[in-house]
């Protein structure tokens, strides 16, 4: 079965400062790896997928996230982060096989910004 | 293009009322997706179906709980009868099927924020 963990519940940064958050999956085979961003009453926005290839990988808004397979983690970054970024942040996982499309969920990191 | 279309927004009810949550596909999607997100569970996902055809209801909680796709664009999430643990935010998703220029992108509703008192 696949699974995700995000370590990390809530994070806050500097506005201008870096920003890592942290994912770790489970998946037996390569896994189809994706990063969502939800503000508050709303739904959930694509940042960047990763498929195969190039494992790092570019997303909107300036994000950025790397696939490491040998340590199972699909960790997003960015370089500056802007108040606007402040939001939930989901790590997913999928097999994308027939009959197994769907994404498995981490519990999301809180981002909050300060000035 | 349209994105994923919920309704209703919100729905506010009393426990052993029937409630109906509806969603209407991207056009040309043939993928969707029910999820439940409550504070304590997180992102659960309760079934989703391909072609119309239910393909994983494990998720879905106990026989209160019902899925349908009438067709290719539309489905209903119902809870009959509704009780105050079922109080949470339900997201339609829908993607394309493998092969078909998939992406693997589930496409989200704003979601139905459900109350159930």
């Known amino acids: 079965a696949q699974s995700v963990t995000q370590p990390d519940i809530h994070i806050t940064v500097s506005e201008g400062a870096s920003l890592e958050l942290r994912c770790n999956y489970s998946?037996?085979?390569?896994?189809?790896l994706f990063w969502y961003v939800q503000s508050p009453g709303q739904g959930l926005q694509l940042l960047l997928k990763?498929?195969?290839?190039?494992?790092l990988v570019q997303g909107i808004k300036g994000f950025e996230a790397e696939f490491k397979r040998s340590q199972s983690s699909f960790n997003l970054r960015k370089p500056s982060v802007h108040w606007s970024d402040a939001a939930e942040y989901f790590c997913?996982?999928?097999?994308?096989?027939?009959?197994?499309?769907?994404?498995?969920f981490g519990t999301g990191t809180r981002l909050t910004i300060i000035p | 293009d349209a994105g994923v279309i919920q309704s209703p927004r919100h729905e506010v009810t009393e426990m052993g009322q029937e409630v109906t949550l509806r969603c209407k596909l991207i056009?040309?999607?043939?993928?969707l997706f029910w999820y439940r997100q409550t504070m304590m569970r997180g992102l659960e996902l309760l079934i989703y179906?391909?072609?119309?055809?239910?393909?994983?209801d494990s998720g879905m909680p106990e026989d209160r709980f019902s899925a349908k796709m009438p067709n290719a664009s539309f489905s209903t999430l119902k809870i009959q009868p509704s009780e105050p643990r079922d109080s949470a935010v339900y997201f339609c998703?829908?993607?394309?099927?493998?092969?078909?220029?998939?992406?693997?992108?589930?496409?989200f509703g704003e979601g139905s924020r459900l109350t159930v008192l």
């Open positions: 179906f391909n072609n119309n055809v239910p393909i994983d």
């Open positions: 056009s040309g999607h043939n993928s």
């Open positions: 997913a996982v999928g097999a994308a096989n027939f009959g197994n499309e769907k994404l498995t």
């Open positions: 990763y498929f195969s290839g190039d494992t």
């Open positions: 998946y037996g085979a390569t896994p189809y």
């Open positions: 998703a829908s993607s394309l099927r493998p092969g078909q220029a998939y992406t693997g992108e589930l496409f």
